[in-house]
């Protein structure tokens, strides 16, 4: 397979999965920059072999994070899947990923969640903001889902949102009573067909809404933690576990194709074994 061979075949593989497979524009960039870097590190694309794929990780993981590494990794295993699925080669081919510390992401506290949903802004972009926040707090939406709700995808009689989440796959999940009180006062203020959108009907630049959160967070004095908006997703995962929810809800809430990477949300943490191990400690027990 020749060099101009394979840049053709991944430039079918990226239209399939755009057109046909109906992969986020965020999805497609993710598969091109791993192709990218693949053909920056592997040191020939002339062809593709396993003894390429390992030099590949070998070459990125001496100048970039491993987390990229394995980033890029993933996407290149999605085109060399297609490759052989679609009878462009024999064999099925992996780029192997390289080791990461696992560590425990962590997310805002009850209280200073608490501190950041009684903030009470005076502007309509700050209004704007924490009606945004009611609903990822509720739901824990991934604020891509947030900014691109509509206004007939919620349901308020019935308390149920429809999220379009990663390769426009749908699912309807529901809200509170106190998130249908905010959301329903929000669209009192505007008739545009966007929940959260600018003042001519727009959609949302992510930066901008970020901006708009930090300045919320400096107000309410909390810190920032990892992943800003993506955070309350882990609260939200968290919280409905310590709640005694059903992790397979929880996977069917936020939208993942497995009940694995669902758990990578919910990954015990110190206060959640402290916990635990006072409600369960042997010792303790006996004492009692």
Known sequence: MVYLEIEK?????????????????ATVRIYSKSWAAYKRYAGCVCEITDDR???????????????SVN???????????????NGHVTTR?????????????QTYTPEEARKIITYKPQSRVGKRTMAL??????????????????RKAIDFENLLVTLKGKGNKE????????ARKRLYHWLAGHDHDLVFCTRGGGKLHYDNVRREFLDILRAVKVEKTE?????????????????GGNPIYLQRVFGHSSLQMTQKYVDADEESLQMAHKALSPLERLKR
């Open 93 to 105: 081919m992996r780029v192997p990923m390289t080791s990461v510390e696992k560590r425990v992401l």
């Open 9 to 25: 075949l991944f430039e079918a593989f990226l239209k399939e999965k755009q057109y046909l497979c109906g992969a986020s524009p």
């Open 171 to 178: 699912r309807r999940i529901p809200i509170s009573l106190e």
């Open 227 to 243: 992943g800003a908006f993506h955070a309350f997703r882990r609260y939200f995962g968290k919280q409905y576990i310590r709640g």
């Open 53 to 67: 794929l390992k030099s590949f990780t070998l070459h990125a993981s001496q100048d970039i994070k491993p987390g």
């Open 133 to 150: 926040l009611y609903l990822l707090i509720d739901t824990g939406a991934r604020v891509s889902e947030g900014l691109s709700l509509t």
């Open 71 to 85: 980033a890029y990794a993933r996407g290149m295993n999605s085109f060399l899947t297609w490759l052989h699925e």
